[in-house]
């Protein structure tokens, strides 16, 4: 082994009264060295090969330690880049191409407007009309995810409030929260039911046409333990759920997979022309060892 990648020792000089001994050991993680542990003893004690060893060990798990945190910080870096690239394609998808639309209704509506068109001129403003509100909907969701989450000061409750109040309730959405003052639930389940009910909230808005949304949140006891069911009602035009699963569609394949990794279930209950109701069961109980 190179000798920076080994522990070492210096000696108290036997000959300086109250002299330390110095041990090292070098932290270093993928073949780098990050820096040194070191530690210096009493004075007149002198280090044994196992507290050698020992201090090695521990400056091996600093590294490993390091070395997670920076493949952590990685990982959320490459989340972040995904995120935006993900925004700036909805972003491309909907409100670029409805203000595109918009701009060749105004120039159709102008055009008829010259000809004295007048059933025409209001045909084309009243789409236009349409169209911005709908492209209103799409700003206010980008907006409203570009905000950070604050689940752990917000609570589940708090969070779906906030999230209704910013988007839907300023959309003409009819929106009623239901749900326990206090639910102390385990982070990772309120989280996962936030954002599944931010995505079951986004498919209300963006493909129901839903007038109204109910969000209810209630507590499950009985003999398997406590668990917590949400479900997100709406009035919209409904759907075939098999269908749009079976092509991936409306983000049914992540809730799906978000209510299962931890656990738990989802159900879809809609059909065309008949509002969609869409529930979610998670256990309640902390993981273990938490």
Do not use: C, W
Not at 87 to 98: I, K, M, N, P
Not at 170 to 190: K, N
């Amino acid at each position: 082994e190179h000798p920076q990648t080994l522990p070492f020792v210096v000696p108290d000089g036997d000959s300086e009264p109250g002299a330390l001994a110095f041990a090292g050991a070098p932290v270093h993680a993928k073949g780098e060295i990050l820096g040194a542990l070191g530690v210096v003893s009493r004075p007149g004690r002198q280090f044994t090969a196992e507290e050698v060893a020992l201090l090695a060990s521990i400056a091996d798990q600093v590294g490993v330690a390091a070395e997670n945190a920076r493949l952590y910080q990685q990982a959320e870096q490459l989340a972040t880049l995904q995120e935006r690239e993900r925004l700036a394609r909805d972003l491309h998808d909907s409100v670029t191409q409805s203000l595109y639309s918009a701009n060749l209704m105004v120039e159709t509506a102008r055009r008829a407007a010259q000809a004295a068109d007048l059933p025409e001129v209001e045909r084309y403003l009243l789409r236009l009309g349409e169209v911005n509100r709908g492209a209103l909907k799409e700003m206010r969701l980008l907006l409203h995810q570009l905000r950070p989450l604050d689940l752990e000061g917000e609570g589940l409750v708090g969070a779906l409030q906030k999230r209704l109040d910013a988007v839907e309730a300023r959309t003409g959405v009819e929106v009623r929260l239901l749900a326990e003052a206090e639910l102390a639930l385990p982070p990772p389940a309120e989280e996962a039911l936030y954002r599944i009910a931010v995505e079951a909230l986004n498919n209300a808005l963006k493909h129901a046409g839903a007038a109204s949304v109910t969000v209810q949140v209630r507590r499950l006891r009985g003999q398997l333990g406590s668990r917590v069911e949400m479900s997100v009602i709406d009035d919209g035009h409904g759907f075939d759920p098999e269908e749009v699963e079976h092509r991936g569609g409306m983000g049914l394949l992540t809730m799906r997979q978000r209510a299962e990794r931890l656990g738990g279930t989802l159900e879809i209950d809609s059909v065309p022309g008949r509002g969609t109701t869409m529930r979610v069961t998670l256990s309640a109980e902390p993981p273990e060892g938490a």
